[in-house]
């Protein structure tokens, strides 16, 4: 089985901090996702990667960066945190097909900021 | 833009009756569909398929329905038991791409 592995499955942090988010897959998949849930709005798309050292913005990268120098690994950093981050975040990685493809999600990591 | 939406937010059905999980899309180039379970305190789990040159695809007790005429996507659980209780979101692959778009999920209750 596919695994993708979050670093954290809780975390508090104060306002301001740097924040690392962690997220590794085992299946050399190609694309990699991170998205925050919040109860009502769903899943939405925070930064993608279709390959090393290739990002893509979603459709709310404000106040987030990624990183990937490895195949394996997506990272999410929250440059400075803001008690409008406390959320849910969820990695989440796939195949590069060509055409659509389910996606593997991880367990999610919650994120209080305080 | 366009988005996945669903027509009921919390679904509560009987132990042993079959649930209906309703999912409307407004994407029309959408060629790919997948509903996903996700349990409390979970990532969402991958639980069935579709792509648009179908109508009709089963799995182990559940069902997806692909409606293209009137955009409506269904997943039809039979048999519900107490473990499907969790949230179920249905996705959109809007034409090419890997990139999914994400409905905001209905809460399936099951009752003893």
């Known amino acids: 089985d596919v695994k993708v592995t979050q670093s954290s499955r809780y975390l508090v942090k104060r306002t301001g901090e740097k924040v690392f988010l962690e997220c590794v897959q085992d299946?050399?998949?190609?694309?990699m996702f991170w998205y925050r849930q919040d109860p009502g709005l769903g899943l939405r798309l925070i930064y993608f990667s279709y390959d090393v050292k290739m990002k893509e913005k979603g459709d709310i990268p404000e106040g987030y960066s990624v990183s990937r120098e490895k195949k394996e690994r997506f990272s999410l950093i929250l440059e400075s945190a803001s008690t409008n981050q406390t959320s849910m975040y969820l990695c989440?990685?796939?195949?590069?097909?060509?055409?659509?493809?389910?996606?593997?999600f991880g367990s999610g990591t919650r994120l209080t900021v305080v | 833009g366009e988005s996945v939406g669903l027509h009921l937010p919390t679904l509560s059905v009987q132990e042993g009756d079959n649930s209906i999980i309703n999912c409307a899309y407004s994407n029309s180039a959408s060629d790919y569909f997948i509903w996903y379970k996700q349990e409390s305190g979970k990532g969402p789990q991958f639980i069935i398929d579709i792509r648009s040159n179908m109508d009709k695809r089963q799995g182990q007790r559940v069902t997806v329905l692909l409606n293209k005429t009137v955009k409506h996507l269904s997943l039809q659980i039979a048999a519900t038991q107490p473990g499907d209780s969790a949230v179920y979101f249905c996705a959109e692959n809007p034409g090419g791409g890997n990139k999914l778009t994400f409905g905001t999920g209905t809460q399936l209750k099951v009752e003893l």
């Open positions: 299946m050399d998949h190609e694309n």
């Open positions: 989440a990685s796939s195949l590069n097909t060509g055409y659509g493809y389910g996606y593997t």
